[in-house]
């Protein structure tokens, strides 16, 4: 299982921007990929965005054009850049990477934006 840490969650007011890291414990290695879902109180977990090794991305609905997730394979991390952020984009953002061996997840990182 490869361990991912999140960082960059917080209180941002509704428009304001946010950027969330995370960090992978080893080197992505074959095809393999990364993804954050999101969490918000009383819902079930859900997809916002991926992107694979070999460089397709996708994202929810919800957050296509306003995200932005990226890959850093030399630093092992991935980020997602949040744009004009609004209140219903408060959840538990939690990181994900998936390849042969199977899924692991982070222990995810709260935005919470205000209105």
């Known amino acids: 299982q490869v361990q991912l840490v999140e960082s960059g969650g917080g209180l941002v007011q509704a428009g304001g921007s946010l950027r969330l890291s995370c960090a992978a414990s080893e080197s992505f290695a074959g095809f393999n990929i990364m993804g954050w879902h999101r969490q918000a109180p009383g819902k079930e977990r859900e997809l916002v965005a991926t992107?694979?090794?070999?460089?397709?991305?996708t994202y929810a609905d919800s957050v296509r054009g306003r995200f932005t997730i990226s890959r850093d394979n030399a630093k092992n991390t991935v980020h997602l850049q949040m744009n004009s952020l609004k209140p219903e984009d408060t959840a538990v953002y939690y990181c994900?990477?998936?390849?042969?061996?199977?899924?692991?997840w982070g222990q995810g990182t709260q935005v919470t934006v205000s209105s």
């Open positions: 994900r990477h998936s390849d042969y061996r199977g899924r692991s």
């Open positions: 992107a694979n090794s070999v460089g397709d991305t």
